[in-house]
Structure formats: structure tokens, C-alpha cells
């Protein structure tokens, strides 16, 4: 079984060479390269999910190296439940660009760029999961960043380029900030293995491991858009291609909120951090779900919630119990599922209409019924509507907050039923506009106007265009826009995945409260790595 840990890694990166070997000729099998990669590393995280939950932690040794030189890979609970519903999601995303590639006839620079990027950001975000050393978890990061450089500026647009620079440069500064806390951790303890800093920091000075706790967590701050460091988020991913945006928003912010959650729970617990990540979850949902509000385009105002509902997952993490944590796996699972369909959806708004500007949009309830609903579930969900699976995992996490009982966890509790109410309200107004009222006249796509307003309508005297008159009807004339089915088929295919969640809620709760358990005792975990060299 540990032989199956690499694979989700090593995979990725073999696809990439093999599709860079073959070029821009034989898009079939190109097509069956990506799919077939992405579909083995599903299975493959499927089986080490069973195997890591019925025997505990799974570690394979890189090179055969024992934990004191060399790197382990190691698979547990949290890791590969992350792994699972990362690889889903990258399957169903994958699938969505090679649809929308092929409709409009750019499959060459798609399977010649696009792709070989995107695989090498899978490898990243499974590395990053898998990783037991901090410098590897460090390329993992390099990884899916270098990857999500690339499908950021995909296109070479203007707003692309400016958004990539700002993106790049945060990127840098918060590695850069990262190889630092490594340096500092593996001269005062001679290790970058977890397991081994997990034993070696419990007898450092109060400070140096003060140090290392708080320069570790301002880079995954930063990775993960927590507030006050996620002003860089809304300004950058809407400006990427659909599956691009849909995957960032869906994944990377996770790595750091995963990486918060393993080295908080492995190496610091009970450190003094605590109350100020209950601050940082505190004002990262509410000034995330603001912004949400204040928001007239689709795409920046599902980039202001992602920013919001990090710091739901903080706050489990900032509870520090058994039961926060649970929550806090459980929401980290279900948000990724959501806030990727639902930008696949708003990929799918803008083919259709030229457009995700509440401004420009209207009467898609009645056009596109099938896209209406496959917005509709997800924002409801993602608002916490019950009994979906948002529901469940603010649930869990508001009973957690009422558990500990502490005043700060009870503000948390009330900051987080406000941030789920404005929740409802931005994604209820998104829905009024964009699908609901009246669609405003001249809406267009890439091919030109496709819908005029058929209303009572009175001519210029001088035999100008008719205009539309006061009290108008709202029946829409629309030309013919190709909706590729497999782009439908995917995006509803994710839309699912996030409500088996709520189907199969009592499972992945007892699951996320397994990996909780395991977490907080950091035993298993420290003995299935370093075994018999402790």
C-alpha cells in the first residue's frame, strides 16, 4: 500500500513530460493523458483514503532514506480525505477545459500550455498534502505555484498580466518569508523532518519556537488570503480563464488552510497563537462577506466570499478541540466542492452572455434554466441553507465555538451566523439580478448580441430604431451559443459531489472527527514516520 503514497505526485509529473515529448499533434491523446492521469489519481487517493482510515498513517521513504536524512511521504486521515476531494475536483475541472478548448477550436495552445501547467499544480497540491518534511512541503508549494503562475497569465491579456504580477510578487514573498522559517527551525533543531520538529520544539526556548510558530504562520496567512492579508485574492483570480479561477479558488487557499491545520495540530499545541487566529477568523468572515455585498460582478463577489469562508476553517483550527477541528476538516472538504462549481457555473454565465456584471445580465432563469439551477444549488449551499452540507459544517462549528464557552469563542459564533446571513443575502441579490428580473436589452456574448427585450415599443419620428416604451414585456429573443454538454456535465457532476455531502454527512462527520482525534494526539502520526529511529 505505501507503494501507492508517490503516485498522486509522481504521476502528474510524468504526464507532463510524456504530453511536452508529443507536442501540439495527437490531441486525442492528449485528451486521454490528462483525464486518464487525473482519473488514476482519484482512484489511487480513493484506496489510500480507505487504507489510511482502517490502519492508520501510510509512509513511504523517498529513495529508501530513513526520517532522519531523508524525505517521508505520509499518508493519514486528513491528508488523504484532502487528496480525494482535490482530485475529484481537478478530474471534473479538467474536463470542463478540455471542453470549452475544443468549442472553440484553441486546443493548441490549451494542450501545449494550459495543460502541462495544470498537471504540474496537481503534483504541487497532492506533494503539499503528502508532504512529512517542511522543505518539501515547501516545493510542493513551489510546485502549484509555478503551475498557477502560468494559468494565471493564460491568454497574455492586459488585466491578466497586471493580476499575475501582483499575484507572482506575493507568491515570492511569502516563499521567500517561508525558506527564512525553515532556516530558523533546522538550526535550532538539525531537522526538517515533522515528526522530528513535533518531538524537538517541545524542548526549545518559549522564543525560538515562538519565532518559528509566527513566521510559519504569516506565510500560510498570506497562501491562504487570511485577513489582513487577503486583499491580494479579489484582485487576482477573477482575471483567469474559468477552470483556471475555479480551480484556485477551490484548491490553493486549502494548502494553506491545510497547512495551518498540520503544523498548528503537529508541531504547536497549544501554542500562544491561538487567540489571534480567532481574530484573524473573526475579521476575515466578516470583512470578506462585506466585500461580498458591496460586489456588482459575479466573479469578484464569489472571490470576497472564498476570502470569507476561510475563516470559518480558522476558526475550528483557533478552537483547538477535537470537536473545532473536525468542523474545521469537515468545511475545508465541503468548500472546495462549492466554490469551484460555482465558478465553473460563472465560466459557463460568461460563454453565454459576454458578461458577469450584475449590470449586464438578467432573465437567466428563463434562457439558460439548466445553468440557473446548477448556480442556484451551490450558492445555497454555500450560504449554509439547511440541511445541506454548509448548513452541516457551520453547524458543527457553532456548536464547537458554544462548547468551548470562552468570550471570544462566542463572538466567533455570532460573527459567524452574521457572515452566513450576509452570505445568503449577496449570493440571494446575485440571483435576483442575474437570473431572476427583467434581462436588459443588447445582452451579448463573444459572438455578438445575442437577446433584445421584446417590449411595447414606439419609433422616432424620423424613422430611427424603435425604442422600448415604459411596462415592457420580458420575452427574449436568443441566436444559437454553443454550450459544450461536456462543460454542463462536468460542472453538475461537482454540483453533486457537494450534495453527497450532505447525503452522506454522518460518515464524513465521523471521518473528519477521526482525523481530528488523530491529529490532536500526534502520536500515531510521529510513530508511523520515525518508528524504530526515535
Known amino acids: 500500500m505505501e507503494a501507492l503514497i508517490p503516485v498522486p505526485v509522481v504521476l502528474p509529473l510524468l504526464a507532463v513530460g510524456l504530453k511536452l515529448a508529443i507536442g501540439q499533434r495527437l490531441r486525442r491523446l492528449q485528451a486521454l493523458i490528462s483525464v486518464g492521469t487525473l482519473t488514476v489519481v482519484l482512484l489511487v487517493s480513493l484506496v489510500l483514503l480507505f487504507a489510511a482510515d482502517q490502519q492508520g498513517p501510510l509512509v513511504a521513504r523517498a529513495g529508501g532514506w530513513g526520517a532522519q536524512i531523508g524525505i517521508a511521504l505520509v499518508a493519514d486521515r486528513l491528508s488523504t480525505l484532502m487528496l480525494a476531494v482535490s482530485s475529484a475536483v481537478t478530474l471534473c475541472v479538467m474536463i470542463y477545459s478540455l471542453s470549452q478548448s475544443w468549442a472553440d477550436q484553441e486546443y493548441k495552445a490549451s494542450l501545449s500550455i494550459f495543460h502541462p501547467a495544470y498537471l504540474i499544480m496537481v503534483a504541487g497540491v497532492s ?140 508541531l504547536f499545541p497549544g501554542g500562544p497563537v491561538g487567540d489571534i487566529l480567532m481574530w484573524a477568523a473573526l475579521l476575515t468572515m466578516l470583512v470578506g462577506v462585506l466585500g461580498a455585498v458591496a460586489q456588482t460582478d459575479i466573479k469578484r463577489m ?13 476558526f475550528g483550527v483557533a478552537l483547538f478541540s477535537v470537536q473545532g477541528m473536525a468542523g474545521a476538516i469537515f468545511y475545508v472538504a465541503h468548500h472546495i466542492t462549492v466554490q469551484t462549481s460555482l465558478f465553473l457555473v460563472t465560466g459557463m454565465i460568461e460563454r453565454r452572455t459576454g458578461t458577469t456584471s450584475l449590470d449586464g445580465l438578467g432573465g437567466l432563469a428563463k434562457l439558460t434554466p439548466v445553468i440557473a ?162
Open 127 to 266: 506533494d503539499a498534502f503528502l508532504s512529512g518534511d517542511l522543505f518539501n512541503l515547501f516545493v510542493g508549494f513551489e510546485m502549484l505555484l509555478g503551475g498557477s503562475y502560468v494559468l494565471l497569465t493564460f491568454g497574455g491579456t492586459e488585466s491578466r498580466i497586471r493580476a499575475g504580477a501582483t499575484y507572482t510578487v506575493i507568491g515570492l514573498a511569502s516563499s521567500l518569508l517561508f525558506l527564512v522559517a525553515i532556516a530558523v527551525a533546522y538550526g535550532a533543531t538539525g531537522t526538517v523532518s515533522l515528526a522530528q520538529l513535533a518531538e524537538r520544539f517541545s524542548v526549545l526556548p518559549q522564543h525560538v519556537r515562538l519565532l518559528v510558530e509566527l513566521t510559519l504562520l504569516l506565510v500560510f496567512v498570506v497562501k491562504a488570503a487570511i485577513f489582513p492579508m487577503s486583499a491580494w485574492l479579489p484582485d487576482s483570480y477573477p482575471t483567469a480563464p474559468a477552470p483556471a479561477t475555479a480551480l484556485f479558488a477551490g484548491l490553493l487557499t486549502k494548502v494553506g488552510v491545510y497547512s495551518i491545520i498540520r503544523l498548528e495540530a503537529l
Open 302 to 314: 464569489l472571490s470576497f466570499t472564498l476570502v470569507s469562508h476561510i475563516g470559518y476553517m480558522v
Open 373 to 534: 439551477v446548477l448556480f442556484f444549488v451551490p450558492a445555497m449551499n454555500l450560504a449554509g441553507i439547511p440541511p445541506m452540507s454548509g448548513f452541516l459544517g457551520k453547524l458543527g462549528l457553532i456548536q464547537a465555538g458554544v462548547a468551548d464557552g470562552g468570550p471570544m469563542a462566542l463572538t466567533l459564533v455570532a460573527g459567524g451566523l452574521v457572515t452566513s446571513l450576509l452570505t445568503l443575502y449577496a449570493v440571494a441579490t446575485t440571483w435576483n439580478k442575474a437570473f431572476w428580473r427583467v434581462p436588459p436589452a443588447g445582452m451579448v456574448t463573444e459572438g455578438g448580441t445575442v437577446l433584445e427585450t421584446q417590449e411595447d415599443t414606439q419609433e422616432d419620428g424620423d424613422g430611427a430604431d424603435p425604442k422600448p416604451a415604459a411596462g415592457a414585456a420580458d420575452e427574449a429573443i436568443v441566436t444559437s451559443v454553443t454550450m459544450p454538454k461536456l462543460m454542463f456535465a462536468s460542472t453538475a457532476a461537482l454540483v453533486a459531489l457537494a450534495l453527497s455531502f450532505t447525503v452522506l454527512a454522518g460518515p464524513l462527520s465521523a471521518l473528519s472527527e477521526r482525523a481530528a482525534e488523530e491529529l490532536l494526539a500526534r502520536e500515531p502520526y510521529i510513530s508511523a514516520v520515525l518508528g524504530g529511529e526515535r
